[in-house]
């Protein structure tokens, strides 16, 4: 009786099309972790090079002086003053008008095509550069507005809440997309399952939705937060001064900030000068990373939860 003939070998390997395919994706998961490596290494380099240029100016008196044509003795004090007045009143106005606005384009606002026209309006205002709304905030808040005779925006002058607003409208289209999409992702179940027991709509959105957006709405929050913190240009479009020498009490008073501050000290020809530039870099990037770690541990908190 003739053996049977032997099974034929299976592999598991894949061959022709689908090998180039997985040899693609391997090789598009290197570059791509080469080109992240690459950019932190630079990162990382970058903030090297600035400690070590204004580590040595960072000094209680760089805080408490106010800035001075002798570079030994300027310091941050106008400037992170205007700076905290200006981004506390950005984060008031910007973060409740952005996600009213998402809450109410994603739950309550009709699907037609004045809703499409206004979602496609508020993608393009975001990739809009600073300096238009520069120009936006100079005609409109600083100069004031009006209309066939009627003052609908009073002449608020190169002022703190001058700056505010101009920073809120910089920042709320790329918030608001964020804030869209993190209730987007709120899976429907939860929200038939609210009203299905009786809830409204408004108690549905408030005690779920809500909730089980803030993660993805903190993240919007801390990359608009972030931009708003280190603008310059549309702050020296509206008028924002370079050398102040008072503490601002209110939202009418002229104003500096940190960043601003920092590009008047790199163009001053002394090199004294770049080592307050660097400190002022350092401090404004401990600034900047503070507030997103308090934004970071809110999302986590509600991520938890």
């Known amino acids: 009786m003739a053996a049977p003939p032997a099974p034929a070998e299976f592999s598991l390997k894949a061959t022709g099309r689908v090998a180039r395919r997985q040899a693609l994706s391997r090789l598009s998961r290197y570059v791509l972790l080469s080109a992240t ?24 008196d760089f805080f408490t002086n106010y800035p001075s044509r002798r570079p030994l003795n300027a310091g941050l004090r106008s400037s992170l003053l205007g700076w905290l007045w200006l981004m506390g009143t950005v984060i008031v106005m910007a973060i409740p008008l952005a996600v009213g606005t998402a809450i109410f384009i994603e739950e309550f606002a009709p699907k037609n095509w004045v809703t499409s026209l206004i979602r496609l309006n508020i993608s393009n205002l975001a990739g809009v550069p600073s300096i238009i709304y520069g120009i936006l905030g100079l005609a409109v808040f600083v100069r004031g507005f009006d209309v066939w005779g009627i003052t609908l925006i009073p002449e608020l002058g190169p002022t703190i809440l ?84 008072f503490d601002n ?57």
């Open 37 to 60: 490596l690459f950019a932190v290494a630079v990162l990382v380099y970058l903030a090297i090079d600035v400690i070590q240029a204004g580590w040595s100016r960072i000094s209680p």
């Open 162 to 245: 001058a700056g505010a607003l101009t920073l809120t409208l910089m920042i709320l289209p790329m918030t608001v997309i964020a804030s869209v999409e993190a209730i987007r992702q709120v899976p429907p179940s939860i929200r038939d399952g609210s009203l299905a027991l009786g809830a409204t709509r408004w108690q549905t959105v408030w005690f779920h939705i809500l909730p089980g957006a803030v993660p993805g709405i903190m993240t919007g929050i801390i990359l608009a937060i972030a931009r708003a913190a280190g603008e310059t240009a549309a702050l020296i479009m509206i008028g924002a001064f370079a050398f102040i020498a």
């Open 249 to 305: 009490t209110g939202l009418n008073q002229s104003f500096t900030t940190v960043p601003i501050q920092i590009y008047n000290w790199t163009t001053l020809p002394q090199e004294d000068f770049r080592k307050n530039a660097a400190a002022g870099i350092i401090v404004l990037m401990v600034l900047i990373v503070g507030l997103n770690l308090i934004a970071v541990l809110i999302r986590e908190r509600f991520r938890r939860t």
